[in-house]
Nanobody, 124 residues
Framework: QVQLVESGGGLVQAGGSLSLSCAVS????????VSWFRQVPGKEREFVAA????????YYGDSVSGRFSISRNDAQSTVYLQMNSLEPEDTAVYYC?????????????????WGQGTQVTVSS
């Protein structure tokens, strides 16, 4: 239905900024929402941010609200995650995910399409 490819991860010092990209390829249907999640070893996948694909509206996780910003470029079919004021606790593998059927955007179990992930490491 949808194919996702993330890019932009890397190493950054605490307090710095990093931008992630998620290229969205539409195969058979459009996503309702495109989101970012993150995961560290031994922990559950954590919701970071979401944006509606064909409407306005964004959601943010409590731990990133005010520091991260999600946006969409329709012409390039890309979703971005701008991460500012990064903290060592933001270190994780970041995944782009597409919600193609109505459901709770905060629950990773509702997403059926995932990118391969990109590592973000924030040094103290």
């Amino acid at each position: 239905q949808v194919q996702l490819v993330e890019s932009g991860g890397g190493l950054v010092q605490a307090g710095g900024s990093l931008s992630l990209s998620c290229a969205v390829s539409i195969r058979t249907s459009y996503p309702i929402v495109v989101s970012w999640f993150r995961q560290v070893p031994g922990k559950e996948r954590e919701f970071v941010a979401a944006i509606f694909w064909s409407a306005s509206g964004t959601y943010y996780g409590d731990s990133v609200s005010g520091r991260f910003s999600i946006s969409r470029n329709d012409a390039q079919s890309t979703v971005y995650l701008q991460m500012n004021s990064l903290e060592p606790e933001d270190t994780a593998v970041y995944y782009c995910a597409a919600l193609t059927t109505p459901g709770n955007v905060y629950r990773p179990q509702n997403y059926n399409t995932w990118g391969q992930g990109t590592q973000v490491t924030v040094s103290s």
